[in-house]
């Protein structure tokens, strides 16, 4: 099963640039131009990693980061932004971005790091869940 990742951003450009890139590398890539529209995908389709812009019109970036912490806390999400600011790096720290990467995307080594760092991450949680859930079947099994 492909790896599934959302790219939200309100520049076209940067969407389909990213949506190609992220394509060519395996992963299978939906896009939305702002949050509100990210969340309404979020709730009809299973996404494994967000990367979302901060700045964006309707429903920016870190309100749509404290509504997938809240809704879906599994999702890893990495902020973008050209709006290099302490208060946005701060504002992605309090709500628990995977990290943050600043605009222009010119070279795309370090967004693919923070991509494949956050599958990893999933990876490790899905495995606890797993042995969780074996330890508890097991557990199921035995009369005290």
């Not at 999400?77 to 600043?102: H, K, P, S, W, Y």
Request: aromatic share 4%.
């Amino acid at each position: 099963m492909k790896k599934q990742l959302l790219v939200v951003d309100d520049e076209a450009e940067i969407r389909r640039m990213l949506e190609r890139h992220f394509r060519v590398l395996g992963y299978a890539v939906v896009t939305a131009s702002q949050g509100a529209e990210a969340l309404e995908i979020l709730a009809q389709r299973r996404v494994d990693v967000v990367i979302s812009d901060i700045m964006m019109p309707v429903m920016d970036g870190v309100s749509l980061l404290r509504e997938i912490r809240r809704q879906y806390p599994m999702i890893r999400v990495i902020m973008i932004t050209g709006q290099v600011t302490l208060e946005n790096a701060l504002a992605c720290m309090r709500n628990q971005a995977d990290t943050c990467i600043f605009k222009p995307l010119t070279e795309l080594a370090q967004l693919e790091q923070a991509v494949e760092h956050a599958f990893q991450g999933l990876e490790r949680w899905n495995q606890i869940f797993r042995e969780l859930q074996g330890m508890s079947a097991a557990g199921e099994g035995h009369v005290s």
